[in-house]
Nanobody, 116 residues
């Protein structure tokens, strides 16, 4: 049974940091590119960051470059998103995604709320 379970979200003040985790099971994690998406209320889901299977290449949305860092540990079947210098506009549900050719798996999401 394929599962992606996100954790690490919460309420944080502007300028704060969070580390999101995405624990994978039920498929060969190391074969899949991993991504983080987010969806704010009333907005479409957007791609935030992507990392290739071996972790050698990453890409970020312009809005998060320099503040977000995606990583993965293939030995632990886990992907991470380190989020620094949080802004109120980063408030959203954050989802992890695993992709291999035409296969895509989604987690249930974790809420990140940035507010003073």
């Amino acid at each position: 049974q394929v599962q992606l379970v996100e954790s690490g979200g919460g309420l944080v003040q502007p300028g704060g940091s969070l580390r999101l985790s995405c624990a994978a099971s039920g498929f060969t994690f190391s074969n899949y590119a991993m991504s983080w998406y987010r969806q704010a209320p009333g907005k479409e889901r957007e791609l935030v960051a992507l990392i290739t299977t071996g972790g050698g290449s990453t890409n970020y949305a312009d809005s998060v470059k320099g503040r977000f860092t995606i990583s993965r540990d293939n030995a632990k079947n886990t992907a991470y998103l380190q989020i620094n210098r949080l802004k109120p506009e980063d408030t959203a549900v954050y989802y992890c995604n695993a992709a291999l050719l035409g296969l895509r798996y989604w987690g249930q999401g974790t809420q990140v709320t940035v507010s003073s």
